[in-house]
């Protein structure tokens, strides 16, 4: 089967090394490939990947959304959150889902076993925002609350978050046992934390989404302040576990995946 992930700029991208780890593992003779699609041209998606006989792809930055006209059908994730990052094509028909949200859930699990009972906060209320609190709404038993600098953006969301003030997050916090920064602040090393983290109770667990760099300055905060931490690599290894999932209804190999991805992340270190 053939696959690939769309996005601009792409070059980074650490899908198809990835990929190819499960692929190979697995024994699969599969091929992905990234692609990179300037948004200016985005409007010949239809013959570009029609001409490679895809059976699938990914979409990342800046094209979650801009996917959505071309599409025949929306998964209800897909459709709530109004961000696609993956797309299955069967029988030329092309279906649009959204892992980004359900894998960060999936490997938390991992890390937080009773995650159902956890009081969670969210920072931060844009695409990865809305998909991680659309999944972390199917399985938690309390409300989830999300604190953004603009409270009007979660107005239009559609479906129900606790909404906080960003500038009131600290003196709240104490009310959480999990708190994950999905703002793009500490993608740079040399930007601040997002939060003035020291002092916070050591009992919340503390995630970012990112993991280039592999600490962000908000991890970092919390780590020196005594708190667990969890970054974004998993979210990332789950995503495209559930994306080769939907397109081949086959187990990927999470393990192969994630050595590959660590790999590369440690050899690259400064
Ligand atoms: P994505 O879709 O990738 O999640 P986005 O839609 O650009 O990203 O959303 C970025 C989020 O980071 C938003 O919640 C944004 O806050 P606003 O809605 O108030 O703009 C937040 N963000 C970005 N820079 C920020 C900053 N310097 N301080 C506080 N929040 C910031």
Known sequence: MKFAVIGHPIQHSLSPMMHHANFKSLDEAHEYEALNIDPKHFHHIKSIISERNLDGFNVTIPHKERIIPYLDALSPAAETIGAVNTVKIKEGKWIGYNTDGSGFVEGLKHRYPHLQDARILIIGAGGASKGIAYALKTISKHPITVANRTLERLNKWTFDVYPLD???????????????????????????????????????????????????????????????????????????????????????????????????LKSNQN
Not at 172 to 177: L, S
Not at 189 to 203: D, M, V
Not at 207 to 222: V, W
């Open 166 to 264: 960003l500038k009131e997050v600290i003196s709240n916090i104490g009310q959480f046992d999990i708190v994950i920064n999905t703002t793009p602040l500490g993608m740079d090393q040399s930007t601040e934390s997002i939060l003035n983290l020291t002092g916070i109770p050591q009992h919340i667990l503390v995630c970012d989404i990112i993991y280039t760099p592999f600490e962000t300055p908000f991890l970092k905060q919390a780590r020196l302040n005594g708190n667990e931490t969890y970054n974004g690599l998993d979210m990332f290894i789950y995503q495209g576990a559930e994306s080769y999932e939907i397109w081949t209804n086959q187990q990927a190999n999470i393990e192969a995946m994630k050595e590959r991805v660590l790999e590369h």
